[in-house]
């Protein structure tokens, strides 16, 4: 079996990362897995670090005959057997070059937004089958876009449950590396962008040190709004690490804060909460595909307010969770491969 991934983004976040872990999972069942993306994106900087080999096309737009052309041209001589497309632009490129050529065409849809109902948005019912990362996102794609159920399913992303193993840690280790040193650490990870959430952690964060001085808080990652979030915390006891090595971060962090305005299913959750750290969460997107009723708190997004309360609550009450178990059975990374080779399967029979 030989499968190509086209990806049209650059940056390198939960959509990214999940591509590159799912090329090495179904690698190490013997599928052999190619790249397709742009030049200057950092998935191909990645991919070509683990040994994929990766052709570069610019992926311009929805109607770049161009890339598609010479897609189809690799999709022949590669002998590709499936197509699996992730952004919009190189959906339409990769998965009209997929029905040229022959191959299946998979979407995965990553996002959690809508995707435009209108009759010309026609490419994802052209799809053998789509993958979505989270159930909210199969409902929208079966009521909204014509999508057949039987032809769609949910993976949420899988998170490497040996790498997460909070057996693998030394927590003072991880609090001395990160400059920790009050008796509590709230913290959140994840690229810096505005749908993340992160100034209403802050807002919280801004409450809380008025009234206790026994805690401080961190964020862990990088993006866009580094800047404008470093000028916010100011003179908090505050971290902002930039990239750092996720496990040990949520070693040494006693809270995990997820305050996004709109998720998947985010891998930095199911991270945290193999690591057995108790949680905080907006009720957002595909979230509650993680939650069974008590490992984690739910709370409405952009409020933080509620958010201060729940994180007080946890100070209050030393809370200690046993979250582990139920997330490595449903969302681990061989989970993940598993249900993914299964579609492979399903659609070149």
């Known amino acids: 079996m030989k499968v190509l991934h086209t990806e049209w983004s650059d940056g390198w976040g939960g959509q990214e990362i999940r591509i590159i872990s799912e090329m090495e ?24 670090k683990r040994g994929f080999k990766v052709y ?31 952004s919009g632009k190189d959906t339409w490129v990769g998965g009209i070059a997929a029905k040229l050529s ?33 159930e909210v ?16 399913v949910s993976i949420p992303t899988g998170v490497d449950e040996n790498m997460f193993n909070p057996k693998r840690f030394d927590r003072d280790l991880c609090r001395k590396k990160f400059g920790f040193n009050k008796k509590t650490v709230i ?32 964020i862990a990652g990088d993006g866009p709004l580094m800047n ?27 809270i995990f804060v997820l305050p996004s305005l709109n998720e998947g299913v985010p891998q930095s959750l199911i991270q945290a909460l193999m690591m057995n750290k108790p949680a905080i969460v907006s009720d957002v997107g ?5 939650y069974n009723g008590n490992n984690f708190i739910l709370i409405p997004p952009a409020d933080e307010k509620t958010l201060a309360n729940e994180i007080e609550k946890m100070l209050l009450n030393d809370i200690k ?20 080779l299964e579609v492979y399967k399903k659609v070149l029979n």
């Not at 996102?137 to 769609?152: D, F, L």
């Open 25 to 48: 999972g179904v690698r190490e069942k013997g599928v052999d897995v190619i790249l397709a993306c742009r030049a200057h994106s950092r998935i191909k900087e990645e991919a070509l």
């Open 187 to 218: 913290g959140a990870l994840g690229i810096l962008r505005h749908v993340k959430g992160h100034i209403y952690l802050i807002k919280a964060a801004k409450e809380l040190l008025k009234r206790y001085d026994n805690i401080e808080f961190a």
């Open 137 to 152: 996102v199969r409902e929208n794609m079966i009521k909204y876009n014509r999508i057949k159920p039987e032809k769609i």
């Open 321 to 340: 969770v046993q979250t582990r178990d139920f997330i490595v059975e449903n969302f681990s990374k061989s989970k993940m491969i598993e249900k993914v």
């Open 228 to 254: 404008r979030l470093k000028e916010e915390v100011e003179g908090m006891d505050f971290k902002l690490l930039g990239h750092t090595d996720p496990g040990e971060f949520l070693a040494a962090i006693d």
């Open 56 to 86: 570069i096309l610019p992926f311009k737009g929805n109607s770049d005959f161009s890339t598609l052309f010479q897609l189809r041209k690799i999709i022949k001589n590669e002998k590709v057997d499936i197509v699996n497309t992730h």
């Open 286 to 290: 595909s979230v509650k595909d993680l």
């Open 102 to 134: 022959g191959a299946k065409f998979i979407r995965t849809r990553h996002l959690n937004s809508k995707i435009n109902s209108s009759r010309l948005n026609f490419i994802n019912e052209m799809a053998d089958f789509i993958i979505t990362t989270g």
